[in-house]
């Protein structure tokens, strides 16, 4: 394909960077570097060696060969000892495999082609004495910024198998100009017959300014016994604690993981002075899991910097805070801007891929720009959308908070850039660049052999998270950024109005089309107020819903999970990466916009469903972590497998044998089901999982929701098995990642934590694709998450007597005036006073309440729920407070004969209101929420199911929603 010269001309100008980069919108800024003496390889580096055997010392030939484009020869220039060392030296860009893969003007190929040096040993090799190989390296210095290879090893009976280990080990950030140890554990790889070992450079190209020439000297291969790391299994070694390295807020729940060897108690020590400020009891927990100790430290509010100690176990310190999260934030932010295409990205690369191409109708763009999306250099629509909304709430929760202001500048630069991609990607009819499979720095040269030139394409789900994402900026920006909101609202009606047209009927969709075509309509029916989006919302509701299984199908005691599309042949089963935010951010969304409506209880109890039937039940089979489950597997989905010649038919059997029995035919995974050798890795669904539970505890206003999406994040800053951090350069024990093209970024995160036998983690040293891989989606699933959990509740109204807020935990009291108020709280339990009239309230993080402080219309409602026949419950709820109120109760899976009910208190009392619920599904759970005087009283629910296993809340004038809409009647 030749460009003409026209489109070439519009392609440039598109890409020009102009003086953006040197400050301005887009200022340099030197990347954020990780504490060394905090990382996994300090620690690896840093064992004794009890054994070693000597591999190769480079003084002898030994039969290294070469395949690809490098060479190989031994050099006495250096060596780390004797006289000569093993040179490796290759370009970085093979002309013939780039040819070769050149066809219709583009280059096909995913990367630029190997060179590889390999040792082949005469028979096979027994290495199980050892666990442990180190080489030594010697970086020739050259204009590159980043330089890595990998270390693979074989065995004879090797592979492809899902549940087989990978052993390829990659190895980067190493250091030009000095010898470097390199180091690799491999406890988990077969080790009784091994046949070769093998260095190989990966050819990714080089940014145009560089000769592209890398040049390795090797020396001193040997063999290791060391004591290795803990890297299988739930139980936690004796001599660690899993904890969140980053800490905990003064009210939220904090708890440590020990091994069962610990001691009968634990301290809380003060990091700086060593003393003793508090002791706790351990409790035992012994499950399917293993047996633990768990140190609950719940009580300890005091602000500071602390460590865990239990016996010979000892943590390092984390800080107690309600500042706890904006440092990390920051970080996730410097990973982000690490990750700018089309940018002079200090220490990573130059300008890049000024040559990548997207066409359409005769259409072509320069798609450049956006961010990388892992450890190669791919680009995905969906990644940068979601990225791009996660980072606009935060800003929008700092900005309504005055909290911040640097911090939300930063957030809201990095939104920009993420959304101007999403902008320049579109050709304006639903068709735009979802996926860009780069793995190559390319000659950023028009029309060369090393092109990649995309089709655009139309995919319903990606256009309205787009659609969402731009008529959300386009609220978000109107005041200070009118252009960009204006084209963003713009682009956002024009993608959602040719993607609708594109629909046969509203009689069936996929979950993520639902969902995000539900969350398109409301936002842009809040940016515009045209009710025709109102109506769009309610119909993709529905569908959306009809996705839910909501019945505990065989008897099994989940539902609420979700299945791919209306017709529920499958269930939803997430491989490495997941959308299970996007069916809670739109009934989260469709609640609050359309309070109203018809539909909300059945938008509400679909929210409850997924996350108190399948979230947290699922959660409590992996006590004491309470990790939040992956899916459910039914057997005939299994058979059907075999249809699928990219599944390991064998390993998907042994995976679903091994998780949780439910029923006969139904089994509970916490981990996915691996299809293949090479797509691993939990935490980014895990994640994707923690932001839905996220929205459902602030919709529900549930503090035990709130504090299962807590112990997720435990799980990922250091409260896991390994006691390890998963972000690079945040908490302690970081391990390298996966990225290859680029380097270990502060503030990554990887596809995340494997498993491989019985449901079980692992997470051994060996760094490769994809479980190790840097990613876009868990990074913005946390920040989607940290909307939340990182900002203070923001609490506004009036109090016509003045009021009090305690502070239940840690006794701290807030006073506030008679007349208006507005004020940031730090989120947990409260028990407040206004006029003689005294309450409790829970305020969850990262959420806005308007509160009406009037003792002669004060309100404390408490529900309950009793049996009153085969399918009968009846609700009462017990009212408390002064004046006259009147309460609606809105039931799910049932119907009741009077709603709404008047109750007049006077001047104080209290009395008992009684409604009567018949059921209709026998297998699915029921649910009320009672809401008080249209919702300027609050709201609250009660659920259970027809066992009576029921779980009540509260309700008082001060816990109300935010919304001055009517509620539903």
Not at 228 to 237: C, I, N, R
Not at 581 to 589: D, F, I, N, R, V
Not at 745 to 772: C, E, F, H, Q
Not at 846 to 872: M, W
Request: proline residues 5%.
């Amino acid at each position: 394909m030749r460009l003409s010269l026209l489109a070439f001309c519009s392609a440039f100008l598109l890409s020009w960077p102009g003086e953006a980069q040197t400050g301005g919108e887009w200022p340099r800024r030197p990347l954020l570097e990780a504490r060394y003496e905090d990382s996994m390889m300090y620690r690896y580096l840093s064992k004794p060696v009890h054994e070693s055997v000597l591999l190769d010392d480079m003084e002898t030939d030994r039969g290294w060969r070469m395949s690809g484009i490098g060479t190989l020869t031994y050099t006495t220039d250096r060596a780390i000892d004797g006289k000569r060392s093993l040179r490796f030296q290759t370009q970085l860009r093979d002309e013939a495999h780039l040819k070769a893969n050149y066809q219709n003007g583009t280059f096909t190929g995913e990367q630029g082609g190997v060179s590889i040096a390999r040792l082949a040993f005469d028979k096979p090799r027994d290495w199980r004495r050892f666990n442990r190989l180190s080489i030594w390296v010697y970086v020739h210095p050259a204009s590159m910024r980043t330089y890595s290879f990998r270390l693979r090893v074989e065995w004879e009976g090797m592979t492809p198998a899902a549940l087989e280990p990978n052993p390829s080990h990659h190895v980067q950030d190493l250091v030009p100009g000095k010898w470097q140890q390199v180091v690799w554990e491999i406890p988990d790889l077969s080790r009784e017959r091994i046949t070769s070992i093998l260095i190989s450079q990966t050819l990714r190209g080089h940014d145009p300014e560089d000769d592209g020439v890398v040049t390795y000297d090797f020396d001193r291969l040997e063999l290791q016994r060391v004591d290795p790391e803990p890297y299988e299994g739930w139980e936690v070694a004796e001599d660690r604690i899993a904890y969140n390295h980053v800490g905990y807020r003064p009210s939220s729940e904090k708890l440590g993981i020990a091994s069962a060897a610990s001691a009968a108690a634990f301290d809380v020590v003060e990091a700086s002075s060593g003393r003793v400020a508090a002791s706790f009891p351990v409790k035992p927990v012994e499950n399917a899991r293993g047996r633990f100790h768990v140190l609950d430290f719940t009580s300890f509010s005091k602000p500071g910097r602390y460590l865990l100690r239990c016996g010979r176990a000892s943590g390092r310190p984390f800080t107690i805070s309600d500042d706890l999260w904006y440092e990390t934030i920051e970080k996730t932010l410097n990973f982000f801007y690490a990750e700018r295409c089309g940018f002079d990205v200090p220490g990573i690369h130059r300008f890049c891929h000024q040559d990548w191409r997207g066409t359409h109708n005769g259409q072509v763009k320069i798609i450049n720009g956006g961010w990388h999306d892992a450890g190669d250099l791919s680009q995905g629509s969906h990644r940068t959308g979601v990225a791009v909304y996660s980072m606009l709430r935060i800003y929008e929760q700092l900005r309504e908070r005055n909290l911040r202001p640097d911090l939300q500048a930063r957030v809201l630069e990095e939104a920009r850039w993420g959304l101007d991609w999403l902008l320049k990607t579109r050709f304006g009819d639903g068709y735009r660049i979802t996926w860009v499979l780069g793995r190559y720095y390319s000659d950023n040269k028009l029309d060369t052999i090393d092109d990649m030139i995309v089709p655009a394409q139309h995919v319903a789900f990606e256009n309205y998270l787009f659609a969402a994402v731009a008529a959300h900026a386009s609220r978000v920006l109107k005041d200070t950024d009118p252009r960009r909101a204006a084209s963003s609202l713009q682009a956002a009606r024009e993608d959602y109005r040719a993607t609708l047209a594109r629909r046969s009927g509203w009689l069936a969709a996929a979950r993520d089309e639902a969902a995000f075509g539900a969350l398109a309509s409301v936002e842009l029916f809040r940016a515009t107020g045209d009710r025709t989006y109102a109506a769009d919302a309610e119909r993709f509701g529905k569908l959306l819903v009809q996705c839910q299984e909501q019945r505990f199908v065989d008897g099994i005691p989940m539902t609420g999970y979700f299945y791919t599309g209306t017709g529920r042949e499958r269930i939803q089963h997430d491989h490495h990466m997941s959308f299970e935010e996007a069916p809670l951010l739109a009934l989260g969304a469709l609640c609050d916009a359309f309070p109203g409506h018809r539909d909300w209880m059945n938008w509400y109890g679909a929210a409850l469903l997924h996350s108190e039937f399948f979230l947290r039940r699922g959660a409590a089979y992996s006590e004491p972590y309470r990790h939040l489950p992956n899916s459910v597997w039914r057997r005939s989905e299994v058979e059907a497998l075999k249809a699928d010649p990219g599944w390991d038919l064998a390993g998907a059997w042994q995976q679903f044998n091994e998780g949780t029995a439910l029923a006969r035919d139904h089994r509970l995974r916490v981990f996915p089901l691996w299809r293949d050798k090479t797509f691993h890795g939990s935490t980014a669904i895990q994640l994707s999982a923690t932001a839905a539970l996220s929205v459902a505890a602030a919709l529900r206003g549930r503090e035990e929701s709130e504090r299962l999406a807590g112990r997720q994040l435990d799980w990922v800053f250091g409260g896991n098995p390994f006691s390890q951090s998963l972000m690079y350069g945040e908490g302690y024990d970081f391990q390298p990642h996966f990225a290859y093209c680029q380097r270990d970024m502060v503030g990554a995160l990887p596809v995340g934590i494997d498993s491989r036998r019985n449901d079980a983690p692992i997470w051994p040293a060996t760094n490769t694709a994809t479980y190790k891989e840097i990613w876009v989606v868990p990074v913005s699933r946390l920040l989607l998450s940290l909307g939340y959990a990182a900002v203070p509740a923001r609490v506004s109204g009036a109090a016509p007597r003045g009021a009090v807020f305690r502070e239940e935990r840690g006794g701290a009291e807030v006073r506030i005036p008679a007349g208006k108020f507005s004020l940031n709280l730090s989120p947990g339990g409260y028990t407040v006073s206004y006029g003689g009239f005294t309450q409790r309230l829970h305020l969850p993080a990262g959420t806005s309440r308007e509160l009406h402080l009037d003792a002669r219309q004060a309100l404390h409602v408490a529900l309950s729920a009793e049996s009153a026949g085969p399918s009968v419950v009846r609700v009462k709820a017990l009212v408390r407070g002064a004046g006259s109120h009147r309460i609606r109760l809105l039931p799910f899976n049932a119907k009741t004969g009077e709603t709404e009910k008047a109750v007049d208190l006077g001047t104080g009392g209290d009395r008992t209101l009684t409604w009567m619920l018949e059921a209709g599904s026998r297998d699915t759970p029921w649910a009320a929420v009672a809401i008080a005087d249209d919702g300027r009283g609050g709201r609250s629910e009660i659920f259970g199911t027809l066992q009576l296993q029921i779980v009540r809340t509260s309700l008082s004038s001060i816990s109300g929603s935010r919304s001055k809409t009517r509620m539903p009647r």
